[in-house]
């Protein structure tokens, strides 16, 4: 399976800030990468498919980039709802894999 | 609007069988995407774990294969899983996703299972 390495761990930001995580994989998977947003109630929200395409209704201040092995994900500007658990996905090998996630915390 | 709605028993003892279902509303199962099934375990990690298609055709992964079924019924637009001889590392919180290809575009809120005696 491919392994997919995020980082950091957790993140502690402030608002308004400009923010990037990260998600190696451990070999290449030609953009097909996903990002989702976990909640603290559980809720998971899709956000970006194939590395770089907003889902309908996602804010402009989330944006994805990479290639190859690495990818990130950007968020502009902190707005509060942001604080939350981002997980990566990878959908070019079977089976599909998950970063462990990425906890955007408030400083 | 598309909704997903897991549900099912909280405790499960070890060796017996893990049964839930995922109640979809507005969206038409037989109609096209992926129905899925996906947990995250206590660590937070996440597990993509097999789906249904439209059709009817199921893909598991390899590495629980074995021993889960994903099966549906389509006069009351649900899905099910089931997941046999649990063991106290099934323990998850599960939850049901629609997928176009492998996008997870909507998702249950989750419904958290632990296998215990």
């Known amino acids: 399976d491919i392994q997919m390495t995020q980082t950091p761990s957790s993140m502690p930001a402030s608002l308004g800030e400009r923010v990037t995580i990260s998600c190696r994989a451990s070999?290449?998977?030609?953009?097909?990468l996903n990002w989702y947003q976990q909640k603290p109630d559980g809720t998971i929200k899709p956000l970006i498919y194939?590395?770089?395409n907003l889902q309908s209704g996602v804010p402009s201040r989330f944006s994805g980039s990479g290639s190859g092995t690495d990818y990130s994900l950007t968020i502009s500007s902190l707005e509060p709802e942001d604080f939350a658990m981002y997980y990566c996905?990878?959908?070019?090998?079977?089976?599909?894999?998950f970063g462990a996630g990425t906890k955007l915390e408030l400083k | 609007e598309v909704q997903l709605q897991e549900s099912g028993p909280g405790l499960v003892k070890p060796s017996q069988s893990l049964s839930l279902t995922c109640s979809v509303t507005g969206y038409s199962i037989t109609s096209s995407y992926r129905w899925n099934w996906i947990r995250k375990f206590p660590g937070n990690k996440l597990e993509w774990m097999g789906y249904?298609?439209?059709?009817?055709?199921?893909n598991y992964n390899p590495s629980l294969k074995s021993r889960i079924s994903i099966t549906r019924d389509t006069s009351k637009n649900q899905f099910f899983l089931q997941v046999n001889s649990v063991t106290t590392e099934d323990t998850a919180t599960y939850y049901c996703a629609r997928s176009r290809y492998l996008f997870f575009d909507y998702w249950g809120q989750g419904v958290m299972v632990t296998v215990s005696s």
């Open positions: 996905q990878q959908y070019d090998s079977s089976p599909n894999t």
């Open positions: 194939y590395t770089s």
């Open positions: 070999q290449g998977i030609s953009n097909y």
């Open positions: 249904i298609n439209s059709a009817g055709s199921t």
